[in-house]
């Protein structure tokens, strides 16, 4: 058993047999009462997110969740198949799992797959991923990094916004949590 001294951020805990991972925390100890942990946590499986304040020194229970460094392979069907590095097994992730992630996976890169009870729970992508510009508008002369935006297609089907100078066959270096270009490789 661990207690709310012991949250950090994606710390997954089981609370009425569900699965829930804190996204933010914030200890709190105001002038009068009790101190308390303020949190936001998402539920695994759904992905609902909600609220939850928690009294200081309380116990809750952590799951098992066992986060493997895994090569995605390809997809086969709906499902996304990964490998183990160390022990070359494979393991089918289904669509739901991957989530929004998938906009940005490119065979061979490797991720974290998070796993309780040999059930993949998410999939995790670096921060930053560097894709080709597969199809944009050409930029014309004089467009500068402060100007405006257009859109650009990526290899792996994703489309972003990008500056005007960005043309075809660019590497790109993106923001894999919410898709923003960081910059040209």
């Known amino acids: 058993m661990a207690t709310t001294a012991d949250f950090k951020n994606g710390l997954v805990l089981k609370i009425e047999g569900q699965l829930w991972q804190i996204i933010e925390f914030q200890h709190v100890k105001p002038g009068k009462g009790p101190a308390f942990v303020r949190t936001k946590m998402k539920n695994v499986l759904s992905g609902k997110t909600v609220d939850k304040t928690w009294n200081a020194g309380v116990k809750?229970?952590?799951?098992?969740?066992?986060?493997?460094?895994?090569?995605f392979l390809y997809r086969d069907g709906s499902d996304f198949v990964f490998m183990d590095g160390q022990t070359?097994?494979?393991?089918?992730?289904?669509?739901?799992?991957?989530?929004?992630?998938?906009?940005?996976?490119?065979?061979?890169?490797?991720?974290?797959?998070?796993?309780?009870?040999?059930?993949?729970?998410?999939?995790?992508?670096?921060?930053?991923?560097?894709?080709?510009?597969?199809?944009?508008?050409?930029?014309?002369?004089?467009?500068?990094?402060?100007?405006?935006?257009?859109?650009?297609?990526?290899?792996?089907?994703?489309?972003?916004?990008?500056?005007?100078?960005?043309?075809i066959g660019d590497k790109l270096k993106v923001?894999?949590?919410?898709?923003n270009y960081l910059g040209r490789t």
């Not at 289904?94 to 989530?99: F, S, W, Y």
């Not at 510009?133 to 405006?148: A, E, F, K, N, Y």
């Not at 923001?175 to 898709?179: E, N, Q, Y």
Request: charged letters at 25%.
């Open 60 to 71: 809750v229970e952590p799951a098992t969740v066992d986060r493997r460094d895994m090569t």
């Open 175 to 179: 923001d894999s949590r919410d898709g």
């Open 88 to 167: 070359y097994e494979q393991i089918n992730v289904t669509e739901q799992v991957v989530g929004d992630s998938a906009r940005f996976l490119l065979e061979n890169t490797v991720v974290q797959v998070a796993i309780h009870d040999d059930l993949p729970l998410y999939v995790e992508l670096p921060v930053t991923v560097e894709l080709v510009v597969q199809h944009t508008d050409p930029g014309l002369q004089g467009d500068r990094s402060t100007g405006g935006s257009k859109p650009a297609t990526l290899e792996t089907g994703a489309e972003i916004q990008v500056p005007l100078f960005i043309n």
